[in-house]
T-cell receptor, first 113, second 117 residues
Framework: NAGVTQTPKFQVLKTGQSMTLQCAQD?????MSWYRQDPGMGLRLIHYSVGAGITDQGEVPNGYNVSRSTTEDFPLRLLSAAPSQTSVYFC????????????FGPGTRLTVT | AQKVTQAQTEISVVEKEDVTLDCVYETRDTTYYLFWYKQPPSGELVFLIRRNSFDEQNEISGRYSWNFQKSTSSFNFTITASQVVDSAVYFC??????????????FGTGTRLTIIP
């Protein structure tokens, strides 16, 4: 298993551009989440999904969209990038069978200029 | 609302010393999970432990031990005989036990631990 994969690893955007951060897992996990990590603030939940077709907002959802058309994929879309979205983004997945331990992807470092 | 406080922003200790990382949490849920994650300089998040709120037994895994005290809402992490490889940022996290799982983690701000050789 590849586990949780994220692409790209690094990305630089200009203000106003849009892009999609990709997240995929091959463990058949039901639950997936997106977090952002900012210096001094830990990780904060952006959006999460409890299964294909079901998504919900986390603590900091503004400026981001998600969809979950398949169990494997959970892309995060930035509609109009802003410098405040400069961060490291982590995708995670979990499953009841793993006692809900969250498996994290390697992260995407995004810079918005 | 949930909250996790890691008051120690940075800690430095000399190699082989013991070190304790503090974690205090707030939640209105009667059942919840507590976690510790390690983030080494390479940036990935490494799962260390998950503790169910039903179980207040302390846990030891090699040089690592965890002290869960529900009465004080604390879940502290101790590294015994620290090593340079323990240098990392450590996060404490909290999640409700919902019908769906723990897809919603609330993280503390992390403690940066530096082990001085």
């Amino acid at each position: 298993n590849a586990g949780v994969t994220q692409t790209p690893k690094f990305q630089v955007l200009k203000t106003g551009q849009s892009m999609t951060l990709q997240c995929a897992q091959d463990m058949n996990h039901e639950y997936m989440s997106w977090y952002r990590q900012d210096p001094g603030m830990g990780l904060r939940l952006i959006h999460y999904s409890v299964g294909a077709g079901i998504t919900d907002q986390g603590e900091v959802p503004n400026g981001y969209n998600v969809s979950r058309s398949t169990t494997e994929d959970f892309p995060l879309r930035l509609l109009s990038a802003a410098p405040s979205q400069t961060s490291v983004y982590f995708c995670a997945s979990s499953y009841e069978g793993t006692s809900y331990e969250q498996y994290f992807g390697p992260g995407t470092r995004l810079t918005v200029t | 609302a949930q909250k996790v406080t890691q008051a120690q922003t940075e800690i430095s200790v000399v190699e082989k010393e013991d070190v304790t990382l503090d974690c205090v949490y707030e939640t209105r849920d009667t059942t919840y999970y507590l976690f510790w994650y390690k983030q080494p300089p390479s940036g990935e998040l490494v799962f260390l432990i998950r503790r169910n709120s039903f179980d207040e037994q302390n846990e030891i895994s090699g040089r690592y031990s965890w002290n869960f005290q529900k009465s004080t809402s604390s879940f502290n992490f101790t590294i015994t005989a620290s090593q340079v490889v323990d240098s990392a940022v450590y996060f404490c996290a909290l999640s409700p036990i919902s019908n769906f799982g723990n897809e919603k983690l609330t993280f503390g701000t992390g403690t940066r631990l530096t082990i001085i050789p």
